[in-house]
């Protein structure tokens, strides 16, 4: 028997479910189908490998669909500081300098997804399907698409939501091309146990290898990741873990301090991704099913909810006013809220690592000099301090903790 849903969205991790609650207790009928069921969370687990550096934009957004709590109950680092530095200049940003109590929060992936579930199950116009595995899809232009799960369940849907992360099936499926490369770099990303007790600061220091990041996370752990050619990547994560402590402790900066374990390693491709279109007659991209993004700056997941924020925006404006949710003319003013702001944001990162990866006298010039206009001049410093914190560009409503849907 078929059941018929407004919306379904293929993928339940951080940005599909955040689209789900941004679409909770509103007029359209939502399914969210999730491959794979998170673990539940137990204080006395490990922390996650997978953290991402949430914006104060990404709080506000998840604060206003009731997600927020979800993830203050269960663990979280927020930072004051960020410190950026290279071998001949440097700069800490605080938020104290734009009244800000925080810059933003270390959180597990897992965690914000979990909070984010949690959230979607509580509404009662949203179905939560997870586990579930997606066996076929039917994807007509002009007709509502048909989706066939393994338990032999099928969905229509007037408007078919890529949540499903960089290797999108439901992007391949529909034909949205898009462009990309690799990055010459990779990321090792390591877990350790730090002498020092939980930290307010991230920082970031860039060698001729590549960047090297401290993110803290609660009590004496950290996240470190560090950038660096493919072939060393795979060296340093064959290393013993004992080994890997003693590289990590000859190249990462003093300011670390003792690493007194190294408890988990993993690593990953950077590539650069971009769809030509987020949108075509029943369908919308978001997150990384549309874009993904040098993690340099920490921005990914950031993006991607501004992504599920806007389209939420849109679709809820369409159906108060009695449009179709399908129609190419409504998801454009989706497209158009998010493509540039991606691109300017994808172009920036790229820039960065440029400017960063690059030992050529001139670049290291214009760096030294950026670094040390940022230091020195206030109103530029807390510019970049903003853009940082998602607190710049056109920020959708629930970005700014305006609601969408009027009880
Ligand atoms: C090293 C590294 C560090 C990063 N650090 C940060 C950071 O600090 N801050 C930040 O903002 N971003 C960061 N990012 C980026 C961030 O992790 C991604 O942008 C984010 O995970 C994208 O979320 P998503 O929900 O779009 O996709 P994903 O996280 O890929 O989620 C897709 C979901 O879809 C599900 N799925 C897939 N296919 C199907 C299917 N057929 N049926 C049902 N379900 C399906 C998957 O199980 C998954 O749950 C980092 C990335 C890397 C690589």
Redesign the pocket.
Known sequence: MKEFFDVVI????????ALACALGDGPLKVAV????Q?ETYDASQPHDL??????IA?KTFLDSVGAWQGITDRRLCPFRRMRVWEAEGDTEFCSDDINYPELGY?VE?RLI?LALLERCAAFGNIELICP???NKINYNPGQDSELYLADGRELVAKLLVA????????RQTVGLGVTSWDYQQQ?L?IYVETAYGQQDITWQRFVPSGPQAF?PLPGHYASL?WYNSPDAVRRLQALPLEQLQAELLAAFPDCLGEIRQVLAVTS?T?RRQHAQHYVKQGVAL????AH??N?LA???????LLDAAALGEVLIAAADQGLSIADTAVLKKYEAMRRHENLKMMTVMDVFYQLFSNDVPPIKFLRNLGLGLAERVSPAKNLLMRNAMGLEGNLPKLARGVPIIQK
């Open positions: 293929v993928g339940g991790g951080m940005v599909g479910a189908l999730e491959s794979t998170p997978r953290v991402s550096a949430l914006s990404s270390i992936n997804q579930t595995q997606l949540a499903d992360g960089g290797q999108s099936r439901v990321a990303v993110l990741v990953f950077l978001v997150g990384d099913a993904t993004i993690p920490g921005q990914g997941v950031n993006i991607g």
